[in-house]
Nanobody, 120 residues
Framework: QVQLVESGGGLVQAGGSLRLSCAAS????????MGWYRQAPGKQRELVAQ???????NYADSVKGRFTISRDNAKNTVYLQMNSLQPEDTGVYFC??????????????WGQGTQVTVSS
């Protein structure tokens, strides 16, 4: 099994910044994709940003130019630097990883979520 532990959420005023971290541990052969999703109250979970091994990064249009995703492969950790935060960025942010846990086994894992609240 693989565990994803997130940290870095909190309360910030509009225009402020936060940095989220997500560390993966457990039985890991290779991490293919790591990313962040968020879920606002009453809304579906949506992709915020993801980083794919050897293939670059994807961002939701709403966060392009404000958020930056990065990854430390040695630490199996992904980061999300969030700048110019707006109230509509409020939600629970979930880390997600697509992990090869055995020679022919790839599984998807989720973190427990971290709350981000942006006040106006």
């Amino acid at each position: 099994q693989v565990q994803l532990v997130e940290s870095g959420g909190g309360l910030v005023q509009a225009g402020g910044s936060l940095r989220l971290s997500c560390a993966a541990s457990g039985t890991i052969f290779k991490i293919n994709t790591m990313g962040w999703y968020r879920q606002a109250p009453g809304k579906q979970r949506e992709l915020v940003a993801q980083i794919i091994s050897d293939a670059g990064e994807n961002y939701a249009d709403s966060v392009k130019g404000r958020f930056t995703i990065s990854r430390d492969n040695a630490k199996n950790t992904v980061y999300l630097q969030m700048n110019s935060l707006q109230p509509e960025d409020t939600g629970v942010y979930f880390c997600n990883a697509n992990v090869q846990t055995a020679v022919r086994t790839t599984q998807r894992f989720w973190g427990q979520g971290t709350q981000v609240t942006v006040s106006s």
